[in-house]
């Protein structure tokens, strides 16, 4: 089956992975360690980087789809290009091809197309895989975001807070993320949320973390966080839209599912947990009654 043309080199290098000999994915491993800069040496560098063999270099860019090395190199470019543009330039990429069309629509369609896009790749074993560590009581689990992911972090935390014990924000000031990796244990799970353009912090704190032998969770976009390469698991979503601003739509589906599979993973005692918030709740009269 060909490989879809909108893919990232990233991507097509997961899709087909299984598929590859153990020379190529010694090379996709060398290739994804530092995305996509590993990549856009010479087809002689590129080999001797990652132990292997220019052929197999020349193969597996084959195997990925493309004409040759060079047809991934110049991908390899665009994507490097767009990783790095700012708010401006993602608003003017849009606008010079943006259809004559309401803005509801344009939205609405590239977001549905982001979430195809992305749920054609999520492995469910991925996903109950880390439903599992969410859900294991004996691990304390630790929640960060950046500039903008940080309301995403917030949200992941709130809810995760109600369904079990042991849950922490770490704080938006990168300054004080030591003080937080002090307290984290081996076997720990940190949730982390980092899209372009990626934030030097969430990489420190995900080297520092994992260092420890804490557990990383990714949430990223299609060409994947620095960061990733200290992740255990990683979920890959599509945030490109027509706006300045990338979206997080496709990124909150995945983190909703999470809630409700741990929720439903740790039921006995969640539901214990919201009667007695429901309780607090009524003492503190926050909620409005209508009876």
């Given amino acids: 089956m060909e490989t879809a043309p909108y893919l990232t080199v990233a991507e097509r290098i997961r899709d087909k992975f299984d598929s590859l000999t153990r020379a190529e994915r010694q090379l996709a491993n060398a290739m994804l360690e530092n995305y996509p800069v590993s990549g856009l040496g010479s087809i002689t560098a590129v080999a001797e980087a990652s132990g292997v063999s220019t052929p197999t270099v020349a193969r597996m860019a084959k195997k990925l789809g493309f004409g040759g090395f060079p047809d991934l190199q110049a991908t390899l470019r665009t994507e490097l290009e767009a990783t790095i543009s700012n708010p401006i330039a993602k608003h003017d990429h849009w606008a010079e091809s943006a259809p004559d069309t309401h803005i509801l629509n344009r939205f609405a369609g590239a977001v549905m197309e982001n979430m195809r896009q992305t749920l054609r790749q999520i492995d469910p074993e991925t996903f109950n895989a880390v439903t599992a560590l969410l859900s294991d009581q004996n691990r304390a689990v630790h929640v960060v975001g950046g500039r903008i992911t940080r309301s995403l972090a917030d949200y992941f935390f709130t809810h995760m807070q109600v369904i079990r014990s042991g849950v922490t924000q770490v704080a938006s000031n990168s300054n004080t993320w030591p003080h937080y990796v002090l307290n984290m244990e081996e076997d720990d799970v940190l949730v982390a949320f980092d899209i372009r353009r990626y934030e030097r912090d969430i990489l420190r704190l995900a ?52 809630i409700a599979a741990v929720q439903t993973a740790t039921w006995d005692e969640t539901k214990d947990r919201m009667k007695t918030l429901e309780e607090l709740f009524d003492q503190t009269r926050m909620f409005r009654k209508f009876v």
Avoid: C, N, Y
């Fill in 207 to 258: 080297d520092m973390a994992t260092a420890k032998g804490v557990t990383l969770v990714l949430f990223t976009d299609q060409w994947g966080s620095p960061a990733a390469k200290h992740a255990k698991h990683s979920f890959h979503s599509r945030i490109e839209v027509p706006s300045a601003w990338d979206s997080s739509v496709v990124i909150l589906f995945i983190v909703e599912a999470m």
